[in-house]
């Protein structure tokens, strides 16, 4: 069994408009997941796309590493995504994934050594138009799709997707299950399921559902989802 989360940050600016990392990071602690797919983790402007998040702060206060990403010194994301993991875990195959735009955007992959297993994991967020998520989802499968070794996959974000089963779900449901944890968005009042999991059929999900507490409320505008994950024996 593992525990798995994704939480777009709004780059620590909470509710409030406060920028507080430490804000975040102690809804991380709540959520008490094993692997955490985050979104909007790096900053927008400045040359160094410097990380909202420091990894001196995750290391010292959380039980995480982060699987490190940036292109630039002071970057811990690709496109904002990152992706935290327990400290005791290996972190194997790691990398970028583009993905076609008209604004920024990309995903990351690690493949992780846990519970005596290995989990490729996938931090993604799609865009805002629905043509082009449509694009994203194809061109992610596809990726996934000309590695040479299949494993248990997990993809975890912020899809921007506002309707229920059209759009890129329709991409993703093919071969994999969405999992809709529930409404995520907005955080003060959550009305729309934005934020997804979806997993290869090596996982059962056990359980999945929207961490919601006076912290999480506050921290970002999108509240963080988690599933519960089973891996189906090895044949």
């Known amino acids: ?5 994704s939480y777009n940050i709004r780059k620590s600016v909470g509710q409030d408009w406060r920028r507080d990392p430490d804000r975040v990071l102690e809804v991380l602690a709540e959520i008490d997941a094993d692997i955490v797919a985050l979104q909007e983790v790096d900053r927008r402007f400045g040359s160094s796309r410097a990380s909202s998040l420091s990894p001196h702060a995750i290391d010292e206060q959380t039980p995480y590493k982060p699987v490190i990403f ?34 920024p955007r990309g995903a990351v992959l690690a493949d992780i050594a846990a519970e005596g297993r290995t989990l490729r994991v996938v931090a993604m967020h799609l865009g805002l138009m629905k043509h082009w998520r449509q694009r994203q989802a194809r061109a992610l499968l596809d990726y996934l ?21 059209g759009g890129c ?3 993703f449901a093919r071969h994999h299950h ?3 944890p529930g409404p995520s968005f907005h955080a003060k009042r959550p009305f ?35 599933a519960r994950l089973r891996f189906e024996p090895a044949a």
């Open 70 to 103: 940036g292109i630039r010194p002071e970057s811990l994301g690709w496109h904002g995504n990152a992706i935290l993991v327990r400290k005791n875990f290996e972190v194997g195959r790691h990398c970028r994934i583009e993905l076609p735009c008209l604004e």
């Open 145 to 165: 799709e000309s590695l040479e070794e299949g494993m248990p996959t997990v993809m975890l974000g912020d899809l921007n997707e506002w309707s229920t089963t």
């Open 178 to 180: 969405v999992v809709d």
């Open 192 to 226: 729309v399921s934005l934020d997804r999991i979806i997993t290869s059929p090596h996982l059962q999900t056990e359980a999945a559902g929207v961490h919601i507490s006076p912290k999480a409320r506050i921290a970002s505008d999108h509240l963080p989802v988690w």
């Open 1 to 5: 069994m593992i525990r798995v989360a």
């Open 169 to 171: 779900f329709e991409q």
